[in-house]
């Protein structure tokens, strides 16, 4: 094999088992930051053996049993840790302690709780959100130090902060490296798919920057709750979010035109749409109904979201539906943004009046002052009502209050149409 295709062998395998193994790890040593720095240890190793002797036929179980190895050389040099250091002894004793280039046996059946136990350590309410991110992307989404800094337009040595005081702060904390109790679990579940909903929401419309979209994030986020929904297979709110992310996922090659330019819901061509994304998240959406959880906050978005899936064409869709699914959301989960949304939705199935009247009734809401959504919909039921002049003026100030490059231009576009229809 030459380099080249060994060190594409390597990036894969780290990629697809990197947050397996740190799990693994940090069952056995208890410490997060420890598990990390073990296993970056293991894929050094791997870049001095294999390129010689040739991946092994279970790269990942090598990984694991040689960064096992290193936690025993680093525990025989701490005299605190003796104990963990013979747990992990006698657990090498058992599946033996030399490291073989080929290993048949692949990892044991508890690394899906593993996890499932690092998901909830890396989202532990302890941290702040922006650290749970980060820290979720850095171990379980396998992303660098870098590529997060680029996905959030933060300085590296921001993001790098983070991480280290996530991981000293679960450290001084001595939280545990375990799954939740029964009675713990649904506070600590909504803050897991809150970061994923998060990361999600970041790659599919980009707070700042020249791009309306970074696609690898959604990616991460999608493969987080797909993850997440096999390792809680009874959680009807974990099946709704993959839902949700997977059907809003569908729509991604049609956001943005050939130059990068979004392309907005109405106007998209449908026939770009992921017809496979859509099945698995329809399906997804139906086991969330299915365990019961149709009031569910991620179950409700799905359900709107699926209403767009399944219409072929913009002329098609049930809004009527999807107003009367706001209207629950709302309910559930009081929000400014989801009225504002429901605005849209009831513009759309009783016309811009009716839209314009409860964005009106939103303009003094504080939650909602500076955010560039807000003169955005509100531009655009004055221009379906005639009221161009208004219609320009609302949509200037969008683009004045957007950080996003893509989204200004595409709000001075709409205001420059709007001035057009005024000088007619």
């Known amino acids: 094999m030459t380099d080249a295709r060994t060190q594409a062998a390597i990036e894969t395998v780290i990629r697809l088992e990197s947050a397996r193994l740190i799990a693994g790890l940090a069952r056995y040593t208890g410490d997060v930051g420890l598990a990390e720095d073990l296993a970056q240890d293991a894929v050094v190793a791997a870049l001095e053996k294999w390129p010689a002797e040739g991946v092994p036929?279970?790269?990942?179980?090598?990984?694991?049993?040689?960064?096992?190895?290193r936690a025993i050389d680093l525990f025989r040099r701490n005299a605190d840790l003796a104990k963990k250091y013979a747990e992990i002894g006698r657990v090498l004793e058992v599946e033996g302690d030399t490291v073989q280039p080929d290993f048949d046996r692949a990892f044991s059946d508890e690394i899906d709780d593993d996890l499932l136990r690092l998901i909830f350590t890396a989202c532990h309410p302890v941290l702040?959100?922006?650290?749970?991110?980060?820290?979720?992307?850095?171990?379980?989404?396998?992303?660098t130090t870098a590529e997060i800094a680029r996905a959030y337009?933060?300085?590296?040595?921001?993001?790098?902060?983070?991480?280290?005081?996530?991981?000293?702060?679960?450290?001084?904390?001595?939280?545990?490296?375990?799954?939740p109790a029964p009675g713990e679990r649904p506070a600590r579940m909504s803050s897991v798919l809150e970061v994923i909903y998060l990361i999600f929401n970041e790659g599919y419309s980009a707070t700042a920057g020249d791009d309306w979209m970074r696609p690898a994030l959604c990616a991460e986020a999608v493969r987080l709750a797909r993850v997440l929904a096999q390792l809680a297979p009874a959680e009807p709110a974990v099946h709704g979010l993959a839902a949700l992310l997977e059907i809003q996922a569908s729509r991604i090659p049609a956001?943005?035109?050939?130059?990068?330019?979004?392309?907005?819901?109405?106007d998209q061509d449908r026939t770009r749409w992921?017809?496979?994304?859509?099945?698995?998240?329809?399906?997804?959406?139906?086991?969330?109904?299915?365990?019961?959880?149709?009031?569910?906050?991620?179950?409700?978005?799905?359900?709107?979201?699926?209403?767009?899936?399944r219409a072929f064409r913009p002329g098609e869709t049930d809004w009527q539906r999807i107003v009367a699914l706001y209207e629950v959301l709302a309910e559930v989960m009081p929000s400014p943004i989801v009225e504002l949304n429901r605005a849209v939705a009831m513009s759309m199935a009783f016309g811009p009046q009716a839209g314009l009247d409860l964005v009106d009734q939103l303009a003094a809401e504080p939650a909602l002052r500076g955010?560039?959504?807000?003169?955005?919909?509100?531009?655009?039921?004055?221009?379906?009502?005639?009221?161009?002049?208004?219609?320009?003026?609302?949509?200037?100030?969008?683009?004045?209050?957007?950080?996003?490059?893509?989204?200004r231009q595409l709000s001075e576009e709409r205001a420059r149409a709007a001035a057009d229809g005024c000088d007619r």
């Open 371 to 407: 955010y560039h959504l807000l003169p955005s919909v509100r531009g655009d039921l004055l221009s379906k009502l005639g009221r161009t002049e208004e219609a320009r003026a609302e949509f200037e100030r969008a683009a004045e209050l957007t950080r996003n490059e893509r989204e």
């Open 255 to 266: 956001r943005t035109d050939s130059d990068g330019a979004p392309v907005l819901l109405l």
């Open 128 to 143: 702040a959100v922006q650290a749970r991110v980060a820290l979720t992307l850095r171990l379980l989404g396998g992303l």
């Open 153 to 179: 337009l933060v300085p590296e040595p921001t993001i790098a902060q983070r991480i280290v005081r996530a991981k000293k702060t679960l450290a001084q904390a001595n939280v545990p490296f375990e799954v």
């Open 57 to 69: 036929r279970n790269p990942a179980a090598w990984l694991m049993t040689v960064a096992k190895r």
């Open 274 to 309: 992921d017809r496979l994304l859509i099945s698995r998240g329809l399906a997804a959406l139906q086991t969330a109904l299915d365990l019961g959880g149709e009031r569910g906050p991620y179950v409700l978005q799905a359900s709107i979201a699926a209403c767009h899936a």
